[in-house]
């Protein structure tokens, strides 16, 4: 039986419309417009059309979109003095730094700079520490828009059997509390694990987090599991250039219960998940 398609642009677009509704009485009831500030530090093609689309998406919702574009030789101490800037901005409410930074910063030192409260990437120690002890946090979008889709899927996820492949602080250890927050038993794969093949093969929940173009073939998938896919990955095929996701999607669609496609799967939950995460700092920080 072919899978399932969990379809992530519609249930994307569900979540946008939600938050303009919440964004709407915000303004209606209190006269508060959510703000994100996005921070792009030189000119990476793929962080510029990421950090485009979430502004676009920011001002579609209704919310204030402000961009930073910085110099790739942007000194940290610039880059830290525009962080504090914003962190005392009181019409900033989410603040979000590219990554990958340029090689002469330290990325953990800039995100652990910016505010807790505003840190709707959910990357500052204390939101990675929240997250891991099972307090109210800021949560990875990716992680989230995950999560979301899996309890729509599943509606319980209580008790299933969870692999996450792949060990990034992004993705895959962030899903991983995710998941045992909603009481899967977890394993977390990543490229040293042994037999990995007949580990995902005990997997109710895969979610593929490794950056590896079709890493994971069908005959790894359980029978009606269900495959999440975070992958995001160009390859050239039969002379085109094409999105693939970590999984091979056509033999994996042929065992699994439901999978993500790539592209329209987790990619568009993603910037979703960062629109509603900054109206959550928003009401949080206005009470
Ligand atoms: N680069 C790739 N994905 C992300 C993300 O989710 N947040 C930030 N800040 N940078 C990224």
Known sequence: MAAQIIDGKAFAATVREK??????????????????????????????????SKGKQTVEVGMNSVEHKLDVDTSEADLLALVDQLNNDPAIHGILVQLPLPKHLDEDLVINSISPAKDVDGFHISNVGLLSTGQKSMVPCTPLGCLMMLRDHHGSLSGMNAVVVGRSNIVGKPMAQLLLGDSCTVTIAHSRTKDLPDV??????????VGRPEMVPGDWIKEGATVIDVGINRIERDGKNVLVGDVDFASASERAGAITPVPGGVGPMTIACLLANTVTACCRANG
């Not at 995902?200 to 987090?209: Q, S, W």
């Open 200 to 209: 995902v093969r005990r997997a109710d929940i895969v979610v593929a987090a």
């Open 19 to 52: 938050v303009a509704g919440h964004v709407a009485r915000l303004k209606e009831e209190h006269n508060i417009t959510p703000g994100l500030a996005v921070v792009l530090v030189g000119e990476d093609p793929a962080s510029q059309v990421y950090v485009r």
